[in-house]
């Protein structure tokens, strides 16, 4: 009986301790047990043939062609881990609710190589781990091309959680943003982005931007788990 309890134990333990995830993010999570947010061999995915390919976990394309998820997903956490090939711009999308005119009708979390001097003059709104366009990152956290970067989004409701190389970087509540034109602090928000982020829905697909700015994101471990 005392041997039948502790199995018990242990399995409840062990379940909590990668099952619970607790906001604002503090960090990455455990996400053993966690579900792939695409097959090997993307039969879950919406994507142009020939363009993204996948090879022993890693995820990538050869042109500026989208991937997104075939299921729509609410109140998540995504973990994923990305490469960039020097001067690379690319992001995750969430909360997409249009594919084909998907820029102002989802938010861009931004991929962006931080260390080129291509980028280096851009605003704080385009750098890597930002709202892309509308909230910057605390501070900039990426690692250089080559080296793998970790991401962790978590999705709930209308707060936005975004851990960078275990720093929690970006926090956004979308009901602030009421204006499709300035972001709260006053600093213009693109013009193609013309839906306030307020009215956006919180539920949609996951996208993943392909290669852009002539210069490919890699990407492996794309986790997620439901809240």
């Known amino acids: 009986m005392k041997l039948r ?3 018990v134990t242990l399995m409840i333990s062990c379940l909590s301790g990668f099952s619970q995830v ?26 142009k043939a020939k363009v993204w390919t996948s090879e022993n976990g890693v ?9 997104f998820s075939k299921a729509v997903y ?15 711009n690319s992001g995750v999308v969430v909360y997409c609710t249009d594919k084909k005119d998907w820029i102002p009708h989802s938010v861009e979390i931004q991929i962006l190589d931080d260390t080129s001097e291509k980028w280096a003059s851009v605003a704080g709104t385009w750098q890597c781990a930002s709202i892309f366009g509308h909230l910057a990152p605390s501070e ?21 959680y975004i851990v960078l190389n275990g720093k929690p970087v970006t926090t956004m509540d979308m009901s602030k ?20 982020f307020s009215k956006l829905a919180t539920k949609g697909y996951i996208g993943l931007q392909g290669k852009h700015a002539g210069a490919k994101t890699y990407f492996r471990n794309l986790k997620i788990k439901s809240l």
């Open 5 to 7: 309890l502790a199995v």
């Open 22 to 47: 607790t906001l604002p993010l503090t960090g990455h999570p455990d996400t053993k047990g966690w579900a792939d947010l695409f097959k090997a061999d993307l039969s879950d995915a919406d994507y």
């Open 59 to 67: 995820f990538t394309a050869d042109e500026d062609q989208i991937i």
């Open 74 to 88: 609410k109140n998540f956490v995504l973990d994923l881990e990305f490469n960039v090939e020097p001067g690379a």
């Open 140 to 160: 900039k956290a990426i690692k250089k091309p080559g080296e793998w970067s970790r991401m962790t989004i978590a999705c709930k409701g209308q707060m936005i």
């Open 177 to 196: 943003w009421t204006s499709a034109k300035k972001n709260p602090d006053g600093s213009d928000i693109p013009e193609w982005l013309s839906t306030p």
